[in-house]
């Protein structure tokens, strides 16, 4: 078991079921390397391309490092006065817009690629 899996197991159900179901995506569709970092499930290509951050009050925060970059077509991505960092706040699975995500994330993803091509 990595130290995200050992992380995921201490959440609080709904949590450990929004947080597994990206940590699935992220390591076996995209092959991202997650890591335990700022106390934070991370997840990396060449560098950091985005974390799960639990909220206090409920839900998760998927955060983009690049998140300034990417084109965000549907506009589901907050800045919150960050000058680099995006996020899209989870409540429950249900709620999530799977194809809008899935489109930031394959962007985050390319971002991440084409650095390493410099």
């Not at 709620?95 to 899935?102: C, N, R, S, V």
Request: hydrophobic fraction near 35%; proline fraction near 4%.
């Amino acid at each position: 078991m990595n130290p995200v899996e050992s992380y995921i197991l201490k959440l609080s159900k709904e949590e450990r079921n929004i947080i597994h179901f990206f940590h699935s995506i992220f390591i076996n569709k995209y092959s991202l390397n997650p890591a335990i970092k700022w106390n934070i499930p991370t997840y990396t290509g060449n560098s950091i391309v985005c974390y799960l951050n639990p909220d206090k009050r409920i839900g998760i925060h998927l955060c983009f490092m690049q998140g300034h970059k990417l084109t965000d077509t549907n506009k589901i991505l907050e800045r919150k006065n960050r000058k680099l960092v995006t996020s899209f706040h989870v409540k429950s699975l249900d709620e999530i817009p799977y194809q809008a995500l899935i489109q930031n994330i394959e962007d985050a993803i390319y971002l991440d690629q084409s650095k390493a091509l410099k």
